[in-house]
C-alpha cells in the first residue's frame, strides 16, 4: 500500500545508519561466556528492531554481516547461520515491540518502556535458543558446557541489547 511504501521510504536514513554502525561495531565482542560472545553490533540491531519496518529489520541483519561474508573470516555455513540467526532474533524482537506498542516509538508511555525490553529480551532468549543447537553440532558443546544460559552470559547480553533500546 501507498502508506507502508511511504513508510519504508521515511526510515531508509536510520536504516543506513543502524545497518554501517552494526557492520562497524561487529569487529567489538564482549566475551559473554566460554563459546559466547555478542558482536556490540547488538546493540543497533536491537535499535533497529524497534524503530525499523520488519523488512528493514531483516535486510540490517544482512548488512551487518557483509563485511564478514566478503572477508569469508567464517565458513559460508556459518555466516549464512550467522544472519539467519540475528535476522530472526531481530524479527523477534520487532514482533514483541510491535505487539505491546504497535504505534510509533515517541512519548513517555509506560508501554514503550515495556516493549524496548521485552524486545531486549526477545532478541537475547532466541539468538541463545538457535545458538545452543548449533554449538552442540558444530563443536561438540553441550549447552551445560556453553555457558549461553548462565546468568553471566544471559545479563551480558540482557545489558548489551538494552543500550539498543536506550
Known sequence: SAPGRFRLLTNWPAFVFLALCAAAAQVFIVRTGRNHGFHT????????????????????????HLAEWIKERYLWFIQTFNIFNFALA????????????????????VRVALAGAAAALAFVV??????????????GVRVSQSGLFSLESLAGDIVLAGLGVA
Open 41 to 64: 553490533a547488538i546493540v543497533f540491531v536491537v535499535a533497529g528492531a524497534l524503530l525499523l519496518p520488519p523488512e528493514l529489520v531483516v535486510l540490517m541483519a544482512v548488512v551487518q
Open 90 to 109: 531481530s524479527l523477534a524482537a520487532w514482533a514483541v515491540a510491535d505487539r505491546i506498542a504497535p504505534t510509533a516509538f515517541h512519548g513517555s508511555d
Open 126 to 139: 532466541v539468538n541463545h535458543t538457535l545458538l545452543a543447537p548449533m554449538l552442540r553440532f558444530g563443536r
